[in-house]
């Protein structure tokens, strides 16, 4: 099971579950990788629900990657996301929320 309170989600991909955390280098690797201006511009798309596909698929990477996954987005782009892309994007949030959250809330 993810441990919410260390920030972990878990996610679903072609039936095997994988756990993603956003872990500080994680971030780094997701901030040099996105087109915004800083983590919290990314953080006020998924709030006023202005993401782009793209987004989510870069948090997933990320979230994987802090998880201890070496894969890339390539590989993600042939893999089925239990729940499908509305899935994604809930799980790609949680993940988001989760890594700027206190562990009390």
Known sequence: MANQWEGEVAIRLNGERHVMKLTLGALAELEAGLEADSLIALVERFEAGAFSTRDVLALIVAGLRG????????????????????????????LLARAFAFPDQ
Do not use: F, M, S, Y
């Open 67 to 94: 998880g201890g996954w070496r894969g890339d987005a390539a590989i993600l782009l042939t893999v089925e996301i239990e729940g499908g892309p509305v899935q994604a994007a809930r799980l790609a949030g949680q």
